[in-house]
């Protein structure tokens, strides 16, 4: 798996948009980038994946840079609910190794 | 609804004895199962690959005789943390692939063993 990077916390206030970057410059070509979050004490929740395209579903979009090297994870509308973390990892099998991710809260 | 149910969803026990957990692929046959750790305000830790009909294949640092994984059934894998201590309080979570698909995750199992 392709080494992920991203900060270790970002605030985001309550019905704005939050936009979660990941940096992936080491990514193979057929190494997909995902998405999950785990809220707290809970297991992880898949959120979205892409390959090259931009994806799109209804909890988030998914935004790959045309070199592949970086991705943004964006809710369009963020609630109290997706205070979490966010992981997002560059993985061509099914085994799935977590970086640290990234803590987003959503504020009042 | 619910595509892995993985029980229990707490557990305490008194240092030295077996713990069981279970994790069931509901809706699809899992050849693959994958078991984590976590830890209080840590990532996820790949401890093992639960594979159907054969041995597990465990992360580096991973006791093997510790942590006992048995996959009987294209739909069940159990974890079993043997002689338990209190280091191995932890978070457990067990995920399934289903084919070209993403992960999903059990619910996780809280031990905390006293």
């Known amino acids: 798996d392709a080494k992920t990077t991203q900060p270790t916390s970002m605030d985001c206030a309550e019905g704005r948009a939050a936009n979660l970057p990941c940096n992936h410059s080491t990514i193979s070509g057929n190494e997909y980038v995902y998405w999950y979050r785990q809220i707290h004490s809970q297991g992880p929740q898949y959120i979205i994946h892409g390959l090259k395209n931009n994806e799109t579903n209804e909890m988030a979009s998914l935004i790959i840079t045309e070199d592949r090297k970086s991705s943004t994870l964006i809710l369009p509308h963020a609630t109290l609910r997706d205070t979490a973390v966010y992981y997002c990892?560059?993985?061509?099998?099914?085994?799935?190794?977590f970086g640290k991710g990234t803590r987003l809260h959503i504020l009042p | 609804g619910a595509v892995v149910s993985q029980h229990p969803s707490w557990v305490i026990c008194k240092s030295g004895t077996s713990v069981k957990i279970e994790c069931r692929s509901l809706?699809?046959?899992?050849?693959?199962m994958f078991w984590y750790r976590q830890f209080p305000k840590q990532s996820l830790m790949l401890m093992a690959t639960s594979n159907e009909g054969s041995k597990a294949t465990y992360e580096q640092g991973v006791e093997k005789d510790k942590f006992l994984i048995n996959h009987a059934s294209l739909t069940l894998s159990t974890l079993t943390v043997t002689s338990a201590h209190p280091e191995d309080s932890s978070f457990y979570i067990c995920s399934v692939n289903r084919r070209n698909e993403k992960l999903f995750f059990g619910s996780g199992t809280q031990l905390s063993v006293l």
């Open positions: 809706d699809f046959q899992a050849t693959t």
């Open positions: 990892i560059a993985n061509r099998d099914d085994k799935i190794i």
